[in-house]
């Protein structure tokens, strides 16, 4: 335990920080994609300095081994100082940390941990375009071969949907190795360097006018056996130490981020004059309770994956909360903003909080879609921890 | 120091889930067998002295069964005793409600006149079980007050309610002369007083909605897999899957909140209030569900569904309704947001 005395001492420690290092107009540095990019590795390497960016990863790690009392204080001040999101950086720190930390073998670990903290970054390449919630339905090839006298296997298909693709070094890859028994057997885990040839990126347009997702072709690229992670046909069993890290740790930030953020709607009542509007002021109250009750689950969560009595469907609770808290406030951004928030403003990359309500509110359906949709969590909080029957598993065209 | 899963087994032990609303008068005697009349009084003042947490833990398993003895208002009644620097026989009134006498503070908001002569007029709403009463704590214009039910001037109108699982009353007064030496605080202490039992009833309503709510999902969903159609159970239909799913997450989502609130010290009043308002608006989603997912059976009477529904629509009043909390709180944020 952390005691509070402490807290206050890390929060002002932080907020000092802030005061010296935040990236003061980095909205307007975020127009272009190149832009964006920069000013996301540059805050990401101030970070990791001060020893802010990766609270979350065990104490071997530079900035490391906070308890979570210390993780809430330094995310919610991050959140209050309205600095960017660490987008670019969101695969690597979590995902791909989670994925090496827990399943990698120590080589690989020793390879790519260090390199993330210096800023190499990450994207994750398991959807495709006939495998979306039905994951293990995947198919992107991977066929086993010895070339030029070294083990590799030989990749061919295409993923999509890839976070920030566009921009990563490194690729958390899942791959079909064989095509018999369960779906879920013939599925292996591959570390992918984009650089490798045969791999081409094309970014995707979103209706919020940015491309933060890309599709990746892959045409006979060559990968090293020993860029494997676990066994051959055993990649889904480390697909789902990869996804609860999406499910579980990513929440407690983005919730106190989202309390840190409330003052942005406070800011918009106050603009618009509602001050004195008791609607708007019960929906503001009803929208402060449920991002408390948000962040509070995220606690609970937590404490119980640390101490060992997580249940099945815990995180999809978490996420199913989060991500409507979000939408909701959002939304009544959108709807405070008024006519403000229908002319296109020029783009944000990469946050949730662009400055204009809109956009955010379209960014808002990446939690209800990404990372299992809400109706995937649905299913699993229905089926698994209310034990409901299942739907008849087959189906006649 | 009493651990909280053993208060939680006692409870469920002494209130079985198979028996809703058990028997008001047996009940009462059980709570105060138990000791819960006296969970939140100082052991210094031969009370349990359990906190915050316990008496939610409690409040949530008599939620659960949609208790029908008045243990809130007994409790928040014996809480304004405890915090009077006022009154005159304070360590007797503890020890008579400790012992079973019965005190509740009124739930809904009091409309009463003083007159020139300083006999008070009017009525004290929201006041449970009041036939049980020997006293009402009453909040009046002069102060927080007991208020003797077989004192000159002093009337309890029964007011049926939809809600079968408890009674409710008015104290009605007609001139009524407050007896000094029964005064709980003065005009000026009310406030003190109102800001302390605010938070305690916002609590203990929190967790009886949420062991009402938590209740009837596990009823419906039990009555999902068992109900067939289309030849087969109703919760294999992902439709109604999908809404048990939802119920079940606002559940837990507002249980999170409730429980952060009754560990932390420093929760404010607001913050509780905006529990309180989470709570009820759960239970009230939660229970119009239930009736839905029910069908036919749901809408009549033999069937529980409605007991927990109109509970439901009673708490959301209490101590504040939803609007008003949430009003409430959203205005402290903004002031706090400046
Ligand atoms: C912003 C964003 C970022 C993303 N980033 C990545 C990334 O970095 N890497 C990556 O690999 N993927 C990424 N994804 C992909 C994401 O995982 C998929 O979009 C998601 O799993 C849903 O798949 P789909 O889009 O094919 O929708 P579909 O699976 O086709 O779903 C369509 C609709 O049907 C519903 N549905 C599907 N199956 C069921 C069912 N069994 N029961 C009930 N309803 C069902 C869905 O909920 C949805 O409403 C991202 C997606 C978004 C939106």
Redesign the interface.
Known sequence: MTDNADLEALRSEVRSFLEAEKPHGWRDASRTQEDFVNTQRDWFAKLVKAGYAIPHWPKEYPGGGRSLAEQKVIYEELAKADCPRLLLSFVSTYHAFATLHECASEEQKAKYMPRILEGETWCQGFSEPGAGSDLAALKCKAVREVRDGKEVYVVNGQKVWSTMAQFADMCLLLVRTSSEGVKQAGITYLLMDMKTPGVSVSPIHQIQGDEEFAEIFFDNVEIPVEQRVGEEGEGWAVAQATLASERGLTLMELGYRMRGALGRVAELIRTHGHQEDRGILRDFGALVSEVDAVCAIADQFLDNRINGVERIGDASIVKNAYSRALRAYSKLGVRLGGMDEQYIAPITFGDLNTGNWMADFMNSYAWTIAGGSEEVQRNIIAERMLEMPREPKSWVL | MIELNELTAAAQKAFPADNLSPARDASWELVAEMGWLMIRLPEDDGGLGLDREASTAIHYEMGRVLATTPLIPAQLGLQAVIESQTLADRADWLERLSAGEYAPLHMLPAKVDIAADGTVSGTIGGVFDGDMAVAVVAKLPIGYALIPTDADGVELVERPIWDLSRRMFDLVLTGYKPDPALMLSDADGATAMHDALGPEAHLALAADCLGGASAALDMT?EY??MRKQFE??I??F?AL??R???M??KI???E??L??RARDEQATRT?IA??K??AS?VFQFVTEEMIQLHGGIGLTEEHPCHLFMKRAMLNLQLCGSL?S???????E??AA??
Do not use: C, F, I, Y
């Not at chain 2, 909390?325 to 205005?331: A, Y």
């Open positions: 969903v999902m897999k087969r159970p919760a294999m992902q899957k999908h048990a799913a939802d079940k997450t837990v989502v507002a999170a909140l429980w952060s913050q905006g529990a308002a989470l608006d609007d909390l949430n009003e409430t709180v959203g205005r944020a903004l947001m400046a």
